[in-house]
C-alpha cells in the first residue's frame, strides 16, 4: 500500500515570498489533515478535510494560509506571504474516517524562511 | 482546554536499560491516548494507543504504555531499550466529543551502543 506523498521535501524562501505544499493522500482516505510541526514542538493542526469538505479550520491563520482539496483527493496548502515564524515542518496525514487511530503521515515538508 | 506534556524534552540511555516516558494530559472527560513514534528520516507512525478496558496497553516492538486516570498520565515504558529505539516519541489525546489530536512537545531518545 502506498503511504501519503508529499512534495516537496524541502523548501527555503524569503520572507514575503508565497509557498505552496502538495499532498497526495493514501487511496481511499476520505479525511486529511494539515499540520504544523515547529522545531521542538508537537504537530498542531491547521485544517482538516473531509473529502472535499473543511470539517476545522480554526487553527489556520487564515491571513496568509489557505488550502483546498478539490475533489476530495489531493491536497495543496499556500502560505502567501511567509513570515520568518512559519519555519517549520508542515506533515500531512490522512485517515479512512475522521479518527485519530487510524491517522497515516507523510514524510513532511521542511520550510525554511529567511 | 486540552494540553498534554511530556516530561523530558532529551533522553540518554544505554543499550538494555529500562525506559520510562512521562506524558501528563489535562482534560475533564473520557479521551483517547496514542503514542507515536519517529524513527530518523522515517514518517510518524503509531505505537499504540488507549480507547477503554485494560489501562496497560501493548504497542509495537515490546513497547507498553499504562493509562492511570487518577494521575492524567499515560507514560510509555520498555523493560530493555536497543540501539534501534533511537527515535522522538510523542505523545497525543483527544477527548472523545471530537477526533482532533493535541500532542505533547516530543521526546528525543538516544540509545548508545
Known amino acids: 500500500e502506498a503511504g501519503v506523498a508529499q512534495s516537496p521535501r524541502y523548501k527555503i524562501i524569503e520572507k514575503r515570498q508565497s509557498v505552496a505544499f502538495w499532498c497526495n493522500p493514501i487511496s481511499g482516505h476520505a479525511t486529511l489533515y494539515w499540520y504544523q510541526q515547529i522545531l521542538g514542538q508537537g504537530p498542531k493542526l491547521l485544517i482538516q478535510?473531509?473529502?472535499?469538505?473543511?470539517?476545522?479550520d480554526s487553527q489556520l491563520p487564515k491571513d496568509r494560509f489557505s488550502a483546498e482539496r478539490l475533489k476530495g483527493v489531493d491536497s495543496t496548502l499556500k502560505i502567501q506571504p511567509a513570515k520568518l515564524e512559519d519555519s517549520a515542518v508542515y506533515l500531512c496525514a490522512s485517515s479512512l474516517v475522521a479518527a485519530p487511530s487510524g491517522q497515516f503521515f507523510g514524510p513532511g515538508t521542511r520550510l525554511t524562511v529567511l | 482546554a486540552q494540553s498534554v506534556s511530556q516530561h523530558n524534552h532529551h533522553v540518554i540511555l544505554s543499550e538494555a536499560a529500562s525506559l520510562e516516558l512521562g506524558c501528563n494530559y489535562s482534560y475533564g472527560g473520557t479521551v483517547n491516548l496514542f503514542w507515536y513514534v519517529q524513527y530518523p528520516g522515517q514518517h510518524l507512525q503509531l505505537l499504540l494507543k488507549?480507547?477503554?478496558?485494560d489501562p496497560l496497553v501493548k504497542g509495537i516492538k515490546g513497547f507498553e504504555a499504562e493509562f492511570i486516570k487518577s494521575k492524567f498520565s499515560f507514560n510509555l515504558r520498555k523493560p530493555s531499550v536497543q540501539w534501534s529505539d533511537t527515535a522522538e516519541y510523542f505523545c497525543?489525546?483527544?477527548?472523545?466529543?471530537?477526533?482532533?489530536?493535541?500532542w505533547g512537545a516530543g521526546t528525543k531518545l538516544i540509545i548508545k551502543p
Open positions: 478535510f473531509q473529502n472535499n469538505g473543511v470539517v476545522d
Open positions: 488507549y480507547f477503554s478496558g
Open positions: 497525543a489525546v483527544n477527548g472523545k466529543s471530537n477526533y482532533q489530536l493535541i
